[in-house]
């Protein structure tokens, strides 16, 4: 049962260009969303959150978006650079429930 | 520095053993999680604990076990019982709810041959 579904396994963009990552999600109990970032054999790290009260959230280049209606979020990175390649995890949480979506990876090319 | 260390890094077990991945934290933190990444999939909670001497099945408990003896420790034992042990293995922690965000470890790989 995936809750949290991410549909693009993968992402390429060029640099300074916009990457958009996607997000869905099924239970409307969740109230906090998260953006985490993975680098091979690494654990991920937290970028960004954004609470079921708001529908946008801005950290520097890294902007999410929620739509609650159509439970989606969505990751905005402006401008990418080459550094930003990773594998980026969405996470839905209610308490002490945090569920991950399976990740894309990002590929940002120079 | 503040952080979560699992230990160790890779680690290979004929099948039918048990092996137990450590996880370690100085954060002061209260709740503490493990979680399987396999291909393609996203993270799945095996176990979680809130407080010390007390923890719960996640998504994925079957043929796992775990302790919460010491607040900073949470260790993880992969018993014979499970079917498929080959995965790389997260640890977190949180102070609290979720919704701040977890501080995960580096994750242990466990290749069982």
């Known amino acids: 049962d995936q809750q949290v579904k991410q549909n693009s396994p993968s992402l390429s963009v060029q640099e300074g260009r916009i990457s958009i990552l996607n997000c869905d999600y099924t239970n409307s109990m969740f109230d906090y969303f998260l953006w985490y970032k993975k680098y091979p054999a690494e654990g991920p790290t937290f970028l960004i959150s954004i609470s079921s009260i708001k529908d946008k959230n801005e950290d520097g280049r890294f902007t999410v978006f929620l739509n609650k209606s159509a439970k989606h979020l969505s990751l905005h990175i402006v401008p990418s650079q080459p550094g930003d390649s990773a594998v980026y995890f969405c996470?839905?949480?209610?308490?002490?429930?945090?569920?991950f979506g399976a990740g894309t990876r990002l590929t940002v090319k120079p | 520095d503040g952080g979560i260390t699992q230990s160790p890094k890779y680690l290979f077990r004929k099948e039918g053993q048990n092996v137990t991945l450590s996880c370690e934290q100085n954060l002061n933190h209260d709740a503490m999680y493990w979680y399987r990444q396999d291909p393609g999939q996203g993270l799945r909670l095996i176990y979680y604990s809130q407080i010390v001497n007390d923890f719960q099945k996640g998504d994925i408990a079957e043929g796992y076990s775990v302790s919460r003896e010491k607040k900073e420790s949470f260790p993880l034992t992969v018993t014979s019982a499970q079917k498929n042990p080959t995965a790389f293995y997260l640890c977190?922690?949180?102070?609290?709810?979720?919704?701040?965000?977890?501080?995960f470890g580096s994750g242990t790989r466990l290749t069982v041959v």
């Open positions: 996470a839905a949480s209610g308490g002490y429930d945090m569920r």
């Open positions: 977190a922690s949180s102070q609290g709810v979720s919704n701040y965000g977890y501080t």
